[in-house]
């Protein structure tokens, strides 16, 4: 239920960086799976916002061992290879 009332206040800000600025929050307290990770990237539209997304919220995942399948959800070369790179550090 946390993480659905995190998405509705999500959906209520205009930009991208509000969006991760509230997840940031939310990080001090709770950590957050790779399935609700990919649920939440569902609320940014382009690869930049996505990769900036998994970027904010890698730390705080409790299966990181999984965090790898989400880039099937970035489609540009550019920030395919940044993420990738991100999980390598």
Not at 24 to 29: D, G, L, T
Not at 46 to 54: M, N, V
């Amino acid at each position: 239920s946390d993480i659905d009332k995190l998405r509705i206040k999500m959906l209520a800000v205009k930009t991208d960086e509000e969006k991760i600025t509230l997840a940031k929050k939310i990080f001090k307290e709770k950590c957050f799976s790779v399935k609700q990770v990919k649920a939440l990237s569902e609320l940014f539209t382009s690869d930049e916002s996505k990769y900036k997304w998994f970027d904010a919220v890698y730390p705080f995942t409790s299966d990181a061992g999984n965090f790898g399948s989400l880039a099937e959800l970035i489609k540009e070369e550019y920030y395919l290879n940044r993420f990738k790179a991100m999980l390598r550090n």
